[in-house]
C-alpha cells in the first residue's frame, strides 16, 4: 500500500511559492486532480491518491511553523535560520511500505528539492 504524501511548496514570498505550485500544476494529468483551491491566501491542490500540494511563504511564519511533510520543495531564498528552525524540523518520514524497512526510506536530503 502507498501512502500518502504531504507536499509543500515554501517559498521567500507567497507569489514564488504560488508560481512553483503552477508550474507543478500545469505537470498533473488532469484525469489524477481532485480538486485545485486558489485564493489570495491558500493555494493548494489534491490529487485523487490522496497526495496534497500545499504552498507556504516563510515570510509568514506562523504558516510555516507546524506544518509537517513528506517532499518539499523550497526556494533558494529562504533564509538558513527559518530553513533549520521550522521548514527541516517538520520533516516526517513517509511509512514503510510492505516488507521494507524505515531505514531504506526517506533520508530528508532526498525529500527536498530547491527551485
Known sequence: ??????????????????????ELLDKIPTEEL???IKSKDKFEIRLKNGDRYRTLSSYNISQVRGVRWQYAYIDNLINDE???????CKFIPKQPAEGRFLEEYDNIMDCREFY
Request: charged share 15%; glycine share 4%.
Open 1 to 22: 500500500m502507498r501512502s500518502i504524501l504531504n507536499i509543500i511548496i515554501y517559498g521567500s514570498s507567497f507569489d514564488i511559492a504560488c508560481r512553483k505550485t503552477k
Open 82 to 88: 527559518i530553513l533549520h528552525n521550522y521548514i527541516y
Open 34 to 36: 481532485l480538486s485545485v
